[in-house]
Structures are given as C-alpha cells and as structure tokens.
C-alpha cells in the first residue's frame, strides 16, 4: 500500500473517536490541539476526558452509546458524514469493522492499530511555528527514531531561522508591502536562509540588498507583473 504524506487544517472538521480509553483521549487531545470538533462514543470513558472536557468544553463531546456497525452504516452514509473517524477500540477486529464501513462510504479512516489503516497517523515534531511528519511507510518504530533525529537536528540549526522569519512575516515592516511584493521578498528570504544554512542574519541582509536593488533598477515592477498574473 502506498502512502502520501498530507498537512490538513482540522480546524472545525467534525472528527468521530471510538472508543472511551486513555488511547483515545490521547488522540483526542491531539485532534482538538489542532481546531477539531471531536465527538468520542463509548460506554464508558477513561478519567482523562474530564480534564479534556474542561479544557475544550465547546470542542468534545462525549456520546455514552456503542458505536455498532449499524451506527456507523448510518453516519458514515448520511448527506453530513463526518471528516474522519479514527477507531481505539481493544477489539482489533471491530475497529477493522468500522474501518470498512468508512472505506465504503467514502469516509477517511484511521485504524492506529493496524499498519495497514487508510489513513496512518504519526506523532509530528511540533513547535511553533514549526511542524514536520516524516513517516517511514510501514515501519512505525523506524519512524519514530526519525523523527527524533529530525526534531533534534531542526532545534539545533534551523529552528531560530524559522522563529525568526516567522516573527518578520508578521512584523509591521512587513506589512507594508502589498501581497505581491511579500512573495517577491519572502521567497527570496526562505532561498537565502535554506544556503546560509541556518543564517537569518546573513540570508535577511542579502534579500534586502536584493529587494533594494530591485526598487533602485525599476525591475521591481517587472517582477511585480509576473507574481501578479500568478496570482490572478
């Protein structure tokens, strides 16, 4: 089976749990971290999500029920289906079951206890303003000492570069620039940051020179017409 790896906004995406144990609150957790509207159905629930359901009272919500393969045959073919349900059941073969279901009615799937799930999610090196998946196809504890590695080689080269084009994208300089103009000048920071390896200082000093010279020769307009019709 081949796999892409995706960066999706979840932000109000309506995510389905199944399953009420300390694994599913833990992807819970991870789903609402990032803007989901999460609903966990189960007969019970593990302790964490009352402190989840404080923590995001208008993003969870907690449905005691069994979420049976005729549940499932009714949500997953309804006209408002949800965006992902991913199943945390101790029972291998319902969660495969339900993923089924999902596969049939065209409704994204994660089954995190099968290598084989539509959809296989990863623990991602985050840190603001900083996110990064790698996956090793199949292979999850391969995938989990690269992503170590990558995480520990990003904090010690790169991650102050990010943070620092980060806080100048936001910065008032920047915002007067028009939208254009923005992509003209940050394309050129990111290129220059990526061959001084790391170097904000040096990559910001020689953009600049580049932008100026730029505004000084009028070939800024010329530029300007071409990131225009692109964005037209």
Known sequence: MQYRSFFINLKN????????NKSAAKISSSLMADGALVTVWSEDF???FLALGKKYPKQLNLLQAEFTLEVA???CSARVKPFIVITALTDSEANQAICDICIKNNVLSANPSELGSEVIIADNYSVNPVEIAVIAK????????????????LDRIWLDAVKAYSDYANSEEADQLNEAEKRIFFRRLAEEIVKSEG??????????????NLKAQDDL???LAGERSLMD
């Open 221 to 223: 307009l010329l530029e």
């Open 46 to 48: 593990a302790e964490d």
């Open 138 to 153: 199949g292979f999850p504890v391969l995938t989990k000492q690269l992503q170590e590695a990558f995480s520990k080689y």
């Open 73 to 75: 045959n009714h949500y």
């Open 13 to 20: 995406k309506s995510c389905f749990v199944i399953g009420g």
């Open 199 to 212: 170097d904000f200082k040096q990559a910001f000093k020689i953009t600049k020179t580049y932008y100026e």
